[in-house]
């Protein structure tokens, strides 16, 4: 958590909240006493301020501020987590889509021999039937190193999850998860600043996977990049070029957003 939002021990906190209330609830005394006809702060207004300032610095001891921040960081890492299990989930259906329509294939590729009148048994090799690719699922390494590189950018280790997914595309340049591995080093750079690299690999997705569900992704992040290196012009095109291609989307709302912030051209 940030250091800025750490409890300030008890002393300070007593401190900082008489200097700060303390007047508050003074002067509401003295004006109760004034409209009431009597000039000065009674000994029974006095201890009612103490009771109350005492009622608040026990709320702020019990750590009830701390335990908010606590919470919403909390909120965030299980945002980051679930955003990692929808990828792995959505990478599952896309397996199964893909398995789903090779079968599909072969057996209507295999109909359409029988309804021909030919035998049974398949043709000779050379005039069979297209093998189904083998390509297609990944395998437990791939799988593996993928999760644990996207585990270490989930995690904030950014320079740890640049050198793992690096070095998972260079052993599996033409994997299952190489496309979403790229994009993800993309954003690893994007969290350390390195917008340059970062629009490298955004770039690279669009370009050598433009079917990939990352690619839309990719070009937001592309005007994002831009724009925080202030390359104005090439961040607006980008940007609308998503709310153009995505209508009606969250990444088209995020673009909208930001061309906001650049103003008109």
Partial sequence: MNSAYLPLPTGRWRSALRLLV????????????????????????LQTIEMRLERVERVLDSGVLTEMLQGIDQMQNDIR??????????????????RQDQRLARFEERLVYLEGGFELEPP?????????????????????????AFERLMAGE???????????????????????????LGE?????????????????????YPGSDKAPDA??????AHFELGQIDAARQALN???EDHPGTTLSRLAQDRLRRLGEP
Avoid: C
Wanted: charged share 20%; net charge negative; aromatic share 8%.
């Fill in 22 to 45: 303390l007047p508050a609830l003074f002067h509401a005394a003295t004006v109760g006493a004034q409209q009431a006809g009597s000039p000065l702060v009674t000994q029974h207004q």
């Fill in 188 to 208: 690893a750079k994007y969290a350390l600043g390195e917008y340059e690299g970062a629009l490298i690999d955004y770039a690279a997705v669009r370009e050598r």
């Fill in 219 to 224: 070009l937001l992040k592309q005007g994002y």
């Fill in 81 to 98: 987590q679930l955003r990692g299990q929808l990828e792995q989930t959505e990478n599952e259906l896309r397996v199964l889509r893909q």
């Fill in 158 to 184: 950014h320079e740890e999850a640049i050198r793992m997914l690096e070095a998972f595309i260079e052993g599996h340049p033409e994997g299952v998860f190489t496309a979403n591995a790229i994009f993800w």
């Fill in 241 to 243: 070029q998503v709310v």
């Fill in 124 to 148: 000779a090799t050379d005039q069979g039937l297209p093998a189904i690719p083998g390509d297609w699922l990944a395998g437990p390494e791939e799988q593996d190193a993928y999760e644990e």
